[in-house]
């Protein structure tokens, strides 16, 4: 069964950072495209990031480039959010989602984690 | 980018009744080569992630009800369920992925019992 995790969220203040994971399991987690979507609670959903398979190719939204770095340990099967200089704008719930290459729907969601920004 | 536009916001639908969700996007999501809509829809039901339902713009994920059907091509799509459930009851949302990054969404669709 494909299995993916989310931790690392929580309340952090504005310019504040996070490191966010996602744990992989059930499937061979390095033949993978992995992605990070954003969704503010009650609101759509919202690509950020985007990892190859071999993390030689990674891909961020206009709103997040330059703050955010996503990689990945494919001998860990994780994969990992870096987020700096957070803002209010950044508070949402962030899903790990697994696709078969960049030009493949997202199969499989993780639960998500949320993320609050805020003093 | 491409923009999807859902219509419509929300929609009521009496239990057994046909459901129909439009999906358009700003430029053509056809790729020629292959004759592949690249057009998902998925289902996010409260307080759950979403979840694929159909790729292609009209396969059906595996284990997903016959009653989800999609169909369009080109920049019109639909996403259909012939005879609505209560377990229907959700936000459904249309996603290219033809022209990426960005993997652009549309606002959604919420779906209720009438």
């Known amino acids: 069964e494909v299995q993916l995790v989310e931790s690392g969220g929580g309340l952090v203040q504005p310019g504040g950072s996070l490191r966010l994971s996602c744990a992989a399991s059930?499937?061979?987690?390095?033949?993978?495209?992995m992605y990070w979507v954003r969704q503010v609670p009650g609101k759509g959903l919202v690509w950020v990031s985007r990892?190859?398979?071999?993390?030689?190719?990674?891909d961020y939204a206009d709103s997040v480039k330059g703050r955010f770095t996503i990689s990945r340990d494919n001998a860990k099967n994780t994969v990992y959010l870096q987020m700096n200089s957070l803002r209010a704008e950044d508070t949402a719930v962030y899903y790990c989602v697994r696709g078969a290459g960049g030009r493949w729907p997202f199969d499989y969601w993780g639960q998500g984690t949320l993320v609050t920004v805020s003093s | 980018d491409i923009v999807m536009t859902q219509s419509p916001d929300s929609l009521a639908v009496s239990l057994g009744e046909r459901a129909t969700i439009n999906c358009k996007s700003s430029?053509?999501?056809?790729?020629?080569?292959?004759?592949?809509?690249?057009l998902a829809w998925y289902q996010q039901k409260p307080g759950q992630p979403p979840k694929l339902l159909i790729y292609?713009?009209?396969t059906r994920e595996s284990g997903v009800p016959d009653r989800f059907s999609g169909s369009g091509s080109g920049t019109d799509f639909t996403l259909t369920i012939s005879s609505l459930q209560a377990e229907d009851v959700a936000v459904y949302y249309c996603?290219?992925?033809?022209?990426?990054?960005?993997?652009?969404f549309g606002q959604g669709t919420k779906l209720e019992i009438k």
């Open positions: 996603q290219q992925y033809y022209r990426t990054p960005p993997h652009t």
């Open positions: 292609w713009a009209s």
């Open positions: 059930g499937f061979t987690f390095r033949n993978y495209w």
């Open positions: 990892i190859n398979s071999d993390e030689s190719s990674t």
């Open positions: 430029q053509s999501v056809l790729y020629s080569s292959n004759n592949k809509n690249y």
